[in-house]
T-cell receptor, first 110, second 115 residues
Framework: QKEVEQNSGPLSVPEGAIASLNCTYS??????FFWYRQYSGKSPELIMF????GDKEDGRFTAQLNKASQYVSLLIRDSQPSDSATYLC??????????FGTGTKLQVIP | ETGVTQTPRHLVMGMTNKKSLKCEQH?????MYWYKQSAKKPLELMFV???????ENNSVPSRFSPECPNSSHLFLHLHTLQPEDSALYLC??????????????FGPGTRLTVL
């Protein structure tokens, strides 16, 4: 079983729609969860982090965490073609342990 | 220069070569990291340095040797690599040690090809 699991996609959504990206993790000791955006050929860029159950909103982005279900999601409202990228989910524990998923490729169709 | 820089951006080396990757952060951070990103695989944390001391080595083969001479610079020395070591090597930094509590800023990466 992968420690952090994501659907590789591609996930295709029309421009203006809501994109929903999902991630599950196996380490119940995970404390913080991160969503990174990675454009092709570029380095990851932090979009959101969350460590409490519930929702966290920042602009068009909402991260959702359910520790009981070991599930993290990222919603992107009003999706734009510039949102087309690979989104990496990561789970971190303590000072030195972080595990990334393989990423979900998102395509926003104009 | 701002943020996190890495040199070279591309590197091709033979299995018997010795080379070094360089990372420099201009953010005043105290922690630095090396990651490996291979095709179709998750990003893997290799090494963690906090205040110039190595605090984590995730079972990385000894052919990879990190060095952190000061809090702004991080090197990854490479020798007798294998073709499967071909990957994107990313450097990152954060204000303090503690991956769970600190945002990491990534450099652009070095694309390494081992022939």
């Amino acid at each position: 079983q992968k420690e952090v699991e994501q659907n590789s996609g591609p996930l295709s959504v029309p421009e203006g729609a809501i994109a929903s990206l999902n991630c599950t993790y196996s380490d119940r000791g995970s404390q913080s969860f991160f969503w990174y955006r990675q454009y092709s050929g570029k380095s990851p860029e932090l979009i959101m982090f969350i460590y409490s159950n519930g929702d966290k909103e920042d602009g068009r982005f909402t991260a959702q965490l359910n520790k009981a279900s070991q599930y993290v999601s990222l919603l992107i409202r009003d999706s734009q073609p510039s949102d087309s990228a690979t989104y990496l989910c990561a789970a971190a524990r303590g000072y030195q342990k972080v595990t990334f998923g393989t990423g979900t490729k998102l395509q926003v169709i104009p | 220069e701002t943020g996190v820089t890495q040199t070279p951006r591309h590197l091709v080396m033979g299995m018997t070569n010795k080379k070094s990757l360089k990372c420099e952060q201009h953010l005043g951070h105290n922690a630095m990291y090396w990651y490996k990103q291979s095709a179709k695989k998750p990003l893997e944390l290799m090494f963690v340095y906090s205040l110039e001391e190595r605090v984590e080595n995730n079972s990385v083969p000894s052919r990879f040797s990190p060095e952190c001479p000061n809090s702004s610079h991080l090197f990854l020395h490479l020798h007798t690599l294998q073709p499967e070591d071909s990957a994107l090597y990313l450097c990152a930094s954060s204000q303090d040690q503690g991956i769970s509590y600190n945002e990491q800023f990534f450099g652009p990466g070095t694309r390494l090809t081992v022939l």
